[in-house]
């Protein structure tokens, strides 16, 4: 089928439905929503036999739904309405909630039914929930609409529906004297990564974001007890939370202690065994060690690697490979892996070129602590999306082994044509050509993870149920392997003998050669973007390599 996505922006939800279209033979095209004639003019110049809505703000024409049918996906169960779907189910603590695939109509989600698919909530953060939950069974749900729309006799069915409100504000409100740190937190979740909640910090308004359980801290209901690294813990009635990113207003999403240096002077509320607590408590950086194997967390709000972060977690990477483990597994972020470099952090830096540098400088430091450990094997274990440089960093392990069901950018051009760095001039063409990684480089289209292994990028792709397991059993078989000492061995050579013919500081030279370009030259492009990312700027047109109907070859089909 040719058919037509209309969707605001083209969000992992829609790259995996693009993906997943598409290796099933279809033909898809994309128009981002900007205005009514605009995709109007889409329809017409691609004549699609289905329209699909993954993710709209707002109602599709009349103009279009009456001549088309026209497929919407609403993250809420059969009968469900309105907007902030997630948001009421959320902050409800509703057990089970769903996706809902319907037919668009002059009144909002009330239109037949097509499919639906249910799952059971996690209490975690909205963004979370529909990075994951929701996009497995939205895609479950568009499978099942477009099967129907093939078979022809398919009748939808008219459901009765309850319509909701928009969640304000006001439904949002914290009152810490009195809410549960249970309670103050699903509010929390309900609201993150958009909007936030309102609230004030330090005497300033502020939105929240970010929340982290806290089980050992108490202090006078709403009062700020401490600091830790970028978070502020701030006191409930039955305990404490944390805080980990702010946006004050008229400014960025922010770590807290960079949105408020004033939470420097709070009491620094470190942990006693760095990576190794475990309490409920923020940690952004953690170590457990398992049968031989060391496992590193890094659970860095929406994968994005400060240069602090980067150090950090290359001080914790260098820490782990003195302990006596012959297997260290990076196990990334629960909903990322790696973002590549903070780009928020950066564009609010006094010198946005200058951060630039130094994040990239710190990244690298750790792509090169990974490639030169000499005392461990180390995994990638990518269980969450991962973008730009933080699918090459993930390559500088020696197994990298990804959930299926990950959607995975491995290119920088869409962030202002930057070279990109985290040596993958090194690392890229011995597994996929010298074509292939230009190839890679070229493209703009997310991968999926199946994809990223039939090209020899990355080296397993496991089943989505039982990630955590089956990677914790791989890396015990690992370091039992009895050709361990073997394969280090080989592997020390191999990194001697790949020294010799050209070393590592050759190749990062040359990649910081063309960054220092992006960053300090002539060409503002990746500024702008940059800029534009950072502050989520509506679209004002959808570019061509998803639009394909408006490819000047591309022909209006008979
Ligand atoms: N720095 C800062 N924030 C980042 C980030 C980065 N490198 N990558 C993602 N984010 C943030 C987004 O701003 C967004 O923030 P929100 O909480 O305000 O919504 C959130 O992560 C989710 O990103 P979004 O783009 O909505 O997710 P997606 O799953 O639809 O898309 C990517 C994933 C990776 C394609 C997209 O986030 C991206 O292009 N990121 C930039 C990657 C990059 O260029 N890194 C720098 C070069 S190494």
Not at 17 to 25: A, S
Not at 137 to 146: D, F, G, I, K
Not at 165 to 184: C, G, K, N, V, Y
Not at 473 to 478: I, K, P, Q, Y
Request: hydrophobic share 45%; aromatic share 10%.
């Amino acid at each position: 089928m040719r058919i037509l996505f209309i969707t605001h922006s083209f969000n992992s939800l829609t790259q995996r439905l693009h993906y997943e279209l598409t290796v099933r033979g279809h033909e898809i095209s994309i128009e981002f929503d900007i205005a009514d004639s605009v995709s109007e003019e889409a329809v017409s110049l691609f004549r699609p036999d289905l329209i699909i809505a993954p993710f709209l703000k707002r109602a599709i024409p009349e103009s279009i739904w009456s001549r088309y049918l026209c497929l919407v996906v609403h993250p809420g169960i059969v009968g469900d309405r309105g907007p902030s779907a997630l948001d009421w189910a959320i902050q409800g603590g509703l057990k089970e909630w769903g996706v809902t695939v319907l037919q668009a109509e002059a009144e909002m989600d009330a239109g037949p039914v097509w499919a639906s698919a249910r799952f059971p909530m996690r209490p975690v953060r909205k963004a979370s929930i529909y990075r994951n939950e929701v996009t497995e069974a939205a895609l479950q749900a568009v499978l099942t609409a477009v099967e129907r729309k093939s078979a022809a006799d398919f009748l939808p069915e008219r459901v009765p529906g309850q319509a909701h409100a928009l969640m304000r504000q006001a439904d949002r409100a914290i009152a810490w004297s009195t809410e549960s740190s249970e309670a103050i937190i699903a509010k929390l979740n309900a609201a993150d990564g958009f909007p936030g909640v309102v609230d004030e910090l330090f005497g300033q308004p502020c939105h929240l974001f970010d929340a982290w359980p806290e089980s050992e801290l108490k202090g006078a209901p709403g009062s700020l007890l401490g600091r830790r690294e970028t978070a502020i813990c701030r006191a409930t009635v039955d305990g404490a939370v944390w805080i980990g990113h702010v946006k004050r207003q008229g400014g960025l999403k922010l770590p807290a202690t960079m949105a408020f240096p004033e939470a420097y002077a709070l009491p620094e509320l470190s942990l006693a065994d760095c990576w190794k607590t475990p309490a409920q408590t923020w940690q952004d950086i953690a170590y457990e060690e398992v049968a031989g194997v060391g496992f590193l967390s890094f659970e860095f709000y929406n994968g994005a690697m400060s240069t602090v972060q980067c150090r950090r977690l290359t001080e914790a990477f260098l820490w782990a490979t003195g302990r006596p483990t012959k297997v260290i597994v990076l196990r990334g972020g629960s909903d990322f892996w790696s973002n590549g470099i903070h780009l928020n952090t950066i564009e609010a830096a006094e010198s946005p070129s200058d951060e630039s540098w130094a994040n990239i400088s710190a990244i690298d430091d750790l792509a090169e602590a990974i490639l030169r450990c000499e005392t461990q094997l180390t995994v990638a274990a990518v269980g969450g999306n991962a973008g730009a440089g933080g699918c090459f960093l993930a390559r500088a392990a020696d197994f990298v082994w990804v959930r299926d069901g990950v959607v995975l950018n491995p290119h920088y051009k869409n962030m202002g044509n930057l070279f990109g760095s985290e040596f993958w001039t090194y690392l890229l063409p011995p597994r996929v050509g010298e074509e292939g990684a230009r190839a890679i480089m070229r493209h703009r289209l997310p991968m999926s993870a199946k994809e990223a292994v039939e090209l020899g990028f990355y080296d397993a792709c496991l089943p989505a149920p039982g990630f955590t397991v089956d990677i914790a059993r791989r890396a015990a078989e690992l370091a039992a392997a009895p050709d361990l000492a073997e394969r280090l061995v080989a592997k020390q050579a191999k990194r001697q003998a790949d020294e010799a013919i050209k070393p590592l500081s050759a190749y990062r030279d040359e990649e910081l050669k063309e960054m220092r370009r992006n960053f300090y030259g002539f060409d503002p492009s990746y500024h702008v973007a940059r800029y534009h990312f950072v502050s989520r700027s509506a679209h004002s047109w959808t570019p061509r390599h998803l639009a394909r109907h408006r490819d000047l070859d591309w022909k209006i089909p008979e």
